[in-house]
């Protein structure tokens, strides 16, 4: 009896965390954006590595689309050539966070000061 109410457990287990990685691989990126800082608070890390995530977030300062440099808005344009900067932001690392729209979809991309883009979760 014991062995069968592991098995259902593991069982159960297993399916919550595929339904949650499919629901992940199909969200837009503003939504994996917004379930990534909504995730951050609720997992069970150390109060070190959330103030890290906190700091990330409040990190950025918003400037003018105008004020990017020149290398990321043409790398912007070679990657996405469809895509329009509606805003943007900049790190004391000299990071840019840029809110971009492609037809209906809403994301953030992230670049250095060089147009290299920068992967964050």
Same mark, same amino acid.
């Given at each position: 009896?014991?062995? !069968?109410?592991?098995?259902? &457990? ?5 399916? +919550? ?12 990126? &503003? ?14 890390? &150390? ?12 990190? $950025? +300062? ?16 070679? &990657?996405?050539?469809?895509?329009? @900067? ?9 990071? $840019?966070? @840029? ?9 953030? !991309? $992230? ?11």
């Amino acid at each position: 009896m014991k062995k !069968l109410i592991l098995s259902a &457990a593991i069982v159960l287990g297993s399916l +919550t965390a595929m339904n949650a990685q499919a629901q992940e691989e199909n969200a837009t990126p &503003a939504e994996q954006t917004t379930q990534t800082e909504q995730a951050a608070p609720a997992a069970e890390a &150390a109060p070190s590595e959330q103030a890290t995530v906190a700091q990330e977030v409040d990190a $950025y +300062t918003e400037i003018k689309t105008e004020e990017v440099p020149a290398a990321v808005t043409e790398a912007l344009k070679k &990657a996405f050539p469809d895509a329009v @900067l509606t805003k943007a932001s900049v790190n004391d690392k000299k990071e $840019y966070q @840029l809110e971009v729209k492609v037809d209906d979809k809403e994301g953030a !991309l $992230y670049a250095d000061e060089t147009g290299k883009w920068i992967e964050k979760n």
